[in-house]
């Protein structure tokens, strides 16, 4: 597994340009590893036993990204990365030294040795380095973890782990990633150390378990789960996989059936989270009438308030935040119900029309994940709800007050002084068009305005 890797220019150059001043320099950590995996890195690291000023001296346009913990960013023009200019940290090796709060190092020490500073990084398949002189530097046993599909901690993993409490979830999101198992003795000392977790930022946290939830392997949150990763976190999963679901649609526990969902729909954010926020409140919701059946009443709205408390523990955007919580408050609208035309423009009106493909990948990976038990009825309320959406798009029906065909400054000319009483005619006229589109002209909305004002004497 040892074979020349393709680097891209400008890290070759920066090697190279590294090397010809007596320094050493290689690719190192994950660009390795995807390398040697056949895929194309996002990002390449370079680790060099120059300092961060003697880098400094040597490459013209640098960016002091962090000289305390000896990186600099070095900006590699269009001529030597061969069209157009890319950018590459620097970090010079270095020896950790005492951790703070299983966060980072109290101070960092700069090494002329290249194993020193492998000895420091988290997993083996993490801890390989390349040039074109050396080939891979694989002290480790990283290529062979490849090979097993193995994470592994590099030295003894509590050390690991007490320097970093976000390893132990960067352990599982990489075996998410990349398909792994985790070794017994890292998967032990994960187990111990859990707790840990709980010193980590918010924004790291979501991080990581945003990689994890985008997978191949969103499956990995139950390993999550079962090492007591969740509990420090995202405990309301926990409660999930404990709660039952004794009801003729369901085969699953409500945390299975949850990763049966995000199994099934895209691997985008938004949609992955709704997959695993849209049954979060079923254990708070559970009741069990006389003949023992569980019901969930009203989980959908108390979900969506506990969707958005979540996302908002984890500083999601609000736009990420606001889509997500809408999706879980209606992800299974209209089940079991004949919906008409009228009452499916209001509901589309309150979903919004930007996120009906998204309602309809989560309906449908909801019930690909429930038990057989009137599936085809699910399926077929499904199909009418496409159609009626493609009648809606198709005749561009009006669904918002923008869409009206007369806006405030009509009323204004009819009359009508701006304020209160506007806001509730044009939220009149909606209600006229949503029960019959034909209505959203002009003419005729004129004409129901001053038949209003007449009426009401406004």
Not at 114 to 128: C, H, S, V, Y
Request: net charge negative.
């Amino acid at each position: 597994m040892n074979k020349k890797l393709v680097m891209p220019p400008g890290a070759a150059y920066i090697i190279e340009e590294l090397n010809k001043r007596g320094y050493e320099a290689f690719i190192v950590g994950g660009c390795v590893r995807d390398s040697l995996l056949g895929r194309v890195p996002n990002d390449w690291d370079i680790t060099t036993s120059a300092t961060p000023y003697q880098v400094k001296e040597i490459f013209k346009k640098t960016v002091d990204t962090g000289l305390q913990h000896g990186t600099v960013t070095v900006l590699v023009d269009k001529e030597h990365a061969r069209g157009q200019e890319y950018s590459y940290e620097v970090t010079t090796y270095r020896v950790d030294g005492v951790y703070e709060n299983h966060r980072r190092p109290s101070e960092v020490t700069f090494s002329k040795s290249l194993e020193e500073d492998l000895k420091r990084r988290d997993f083996t398949i993490n801890a390989m380095a390349y040039n074109d002189k050396d080939g891979v530097v694989d002290i480790f046993g990283g290529q062979e973890d490849l090979k097993r599909k193995i994470i592994r901690c590099v030295g003894e993993p509590s050390e690991r782990f007490d320097e970093d409490a976000l390893r132990i979830l960067r352990a599982v999101r990489f075996a998410a990633q990349l398909g792994c198992a985790i070794d017994d003795e890292t998967g032990t000392a994960m187990k111990k150390q859990a707790r840990f977790l709980k010193d980590i930022s918010a924004e790291r946290i979501r991080e990581e378990l945003t990689k994890l939830i985008i997978s191949d392997n969103p499956s990995m949150l139950v390993t999550a789960y079962e090492f007591g990763l969740t509990k420090e976190f995202l405990p309301e999963f926990d409660a999930m996989m404990e709660t039952m679901q004794n009801n003729p649609n369901h085969k699953y526990t409500v945390g299975i059936h949850t990763i049966k969902v995000m199994e099934n729909v895209p691997k985008d954010t938004v949609i992955r989270y709704t997959a695993l926020l849209h049954d979060i409140a079923k254990p708070v919701c559970k009741t069990t009438d006389e003949n023992g059946t569980d019901h969930f009443y009203e989980h959908q709205k108390k979900g969506a308030d506990m969707a958005r408390s979540i996302l908002r523990r984890l500083k999601f955007d609000n736009d990420t935040v606001d889509r997500v919580t809408r999706l879980v408050l209606y992800h299974d609208y209209g089940i079991g119900t004949d919906l008409g035309i009228k009452a499916f423009r209001r509901f589309l009106a309150k979903l919004g029309v930007e996120n009906f493909e998204d309602y309809i990948m989560i309906r449908e990976a909801d019930i690909k994940a429930q038990s057989e038990y009137m599936q085809e009825n699910k399926k077929v309320n499904i199909e009418k709800f496409k159609e009626m959406y493609e009648v809606v798009i198709s005749e561009n029906q009006c669904l918002k007050i923008a869409d009206l065909a007369i806006d405030g400054k009509g009323l204004i000319e009819l009359g009508m002084k701006p304020g209160r009483t506007m806001g509730e005619m044009l939220h009149y006229l909606l209600e006229c068009v949503m029960d019959e589109p034909s209505l959203n002209d002009r003419d005729i909305l004129t004409n129901l305005v001053k038949k209003k004002i007449r009426e009401e004497n406004i």
